[in-house]
């Protein structure tokens, strides 16, 4: 093989892969913001309960 096949395969590998990271990263941040926003909500709502 030729260096320029080696540098082709090597950039579509790379591209691959920081695509799939990317949705990977993307999907992760958008469900530990949900799990925030719950986790959030049930503190808010378990506030009134306390008696200080």
Do not use: C, H, P
Not at 13 to 23: D, E, H, P, Q, R
């Amino acid at each position: 093989m030729e260096n320029n096949e080696l540098v082709y395969k090597r950039m579509v590998f790379s591209g691959a892969l920081n695509v799939t990271l990317g949705i990977v990263l993307l999907v992760v941040g958008i469900v530990s913001g949900i799990m925030l926003l719950i986790s959030g909500g049930k503190l808010l709502r378990g506030k009134s309960r306390l008696m200080i």
